[in-house]
């Protein structure tokens, strides 16, 4: 006869987002378990201890805002320690590459290596103790209005009180669900890379909207480092081309304005798609992060709001007082309700960007959309708005 093993909450996937929500859930005295089908990536604490420098720096980061930066340290990750793994970043300038516009406005926050801000919380999940199992699969799985059943590959029967995914774009928890879900393929891959500039970055992050796609230079902690995020109908090439024929397209769409500039790490390169779940609930289950909406990286916005999911969730169910076993029907209706409208108009604002900018568009609308960049780098309220949504206050 199999044993069941009952838990508050069964978290899927031991990403960012995945270890995040298991603290704030821990936070509010419940008590679970995280299951993830990789292998375990150990040793994953020397990301913690290996001292930063450029020519060790990996081109996938994140550029966290200050709410987010607030959840962390809800769960006991201090400023300190993030200050320590990160770089901050005090401001944006854009420009159009085609009719010369241009706009600056203050954007504060910080740049991190994923690998560092994922160690940061396994190290908080191993201090609560919060196990995970890693190489795990789910075999049969049961969802309804009153608790989420899970078999896994090792003989485990699993309950819990809420099954949460957080299992990124291709969700299995979404699968499992039956959630359709809406998709806008960009034809575009996102090339990363680490490069030395000429001119000191100054902490501020800078984009271009060139012919083939948005490209950004995000500031390390070095004063002469910068992660190029290049979001390219043309990325495949990017990523295969000499490296001097790489720098050379990177001088003429940049004007200049960081100096010259030399590769430091290697190129590495993902597609890119808009996709959105019709629903974030079924039942006892919810999902957040990418495998409850997937965006444009123009804005940086991604992960940011991955963890404003985990912090809101944390938030319904506190406000409603809950005990694990109570009814969680209302709490994450309210959650579903706040994130979708919030999820749904960063979505929609980076891809109409995203149209914007694309190639192709009439000349008409081209220069109409750098005088508007040009008008609103002079308008102060509308600037503010732009840092508000860029801070996470929006």
């Known amino acids: 006869m199999t044993h069941t093993k009952s838990f508050d909450y069964i978290i899927i996937g031991a990403g960012l987002i995945g270890l995040y929500t298991a603290l704030e859930l821990e936070r509010l005295g419940w008590r679970g378990i995280i299951l993830e089908q990789r292998a375990n990536p150990s040793p994953s604490e020397d990301s913690l201890v290996t001292p930063r420098s450029l020519a060790t720096a990996s081109p996938r980061v994140l550029a966290i805002n200050p709410a ?66 890693w190489s795990a699969q789910i075999r049969d799985s049961m969802v309804t209005e009153d608790a989420a059943w899970l078999d896994v590959d090792s003989g485990e029967h699993l309950e819990s009180a809420l099954l949460v995914g957080a299992d990124g774009a291709e969700s299995r928890v979404r699968s499992i669900l039956g959630i359709p879900t809406i998709n806008r393929h960009y034809e575009q891959q996102a090339v990363v890379a680490v490069l030395r500039s000429e001119v000191a970055h100054d902490k501020v992050a800078r984009q271009w909207f060139t012919a083939t796609g948005p490209l950004a230079l995000l500031p390390l902690d070095d004063p002469n480092g910068v992660v190029m995020v290049w979001s390219s109908s043309d990325g495949e090439a990017m990523t295969s081309c000499p490296p001097e024929q790489l720098i050379a397209l990177l001088a003429r769409e940049t004007d200049g304005e960081m100096g010259a500039l030399a590769l430091v790490s290697a190129r590495a390169t993902f597609p890119l798609k808009l996709q959105h779940a019709l629903q974030y609930v079924k039942g006892r289950a919810v999902l957040i992060g990418d495998a409850a909406h997937s965006i444009h990286p123009l804005a940086g916005q991604g992960a940011n709001l991955g963890f404003a999911d985990a912090s809101a969730l944390g938030m319904a169910i506190s406000q409603s007082m809950l005990e694990p076993g109570e009814l969680l029907e209302k709490p994450l209706g309210a959650f579903e309700q706040e994130r979708r409208r919030r999820n749904l108009s ?27 960049m040009r008008a609103l780098d002079q308008e102060s309220r509308l600037k503010g708005w732009l840092t508000d949504a860029a801070s996470g206050k929006l």
């Open 68 to 133: 987010t930066i607030d959840g962390l340290m809800e769960v006991d990750i201090s400023e300190e320690q993030l200050h320590q793994q990160g770089s901050d970043f005090t401001g944006m300038e854009v420009w159009d590459r085609e009719w010369s516009g241009h706009l600056s406005f203050d954007a504060n926050g910080l740049i991190i290596e994923n690998h560092r801000l994922e160690a940061l919380l396994m190290a908080r999940v191993v201090e609560q103790q919060i196990p995970v199992r």
């Open 346 to 372: 960063m979505t929609l604002a980076t891809d109409g960007l995203t149209q914007l900018f694309a190639n192709g568009m009439p000349s008409w609308l081209r220069a109409a959309r750098s005088v508007g």
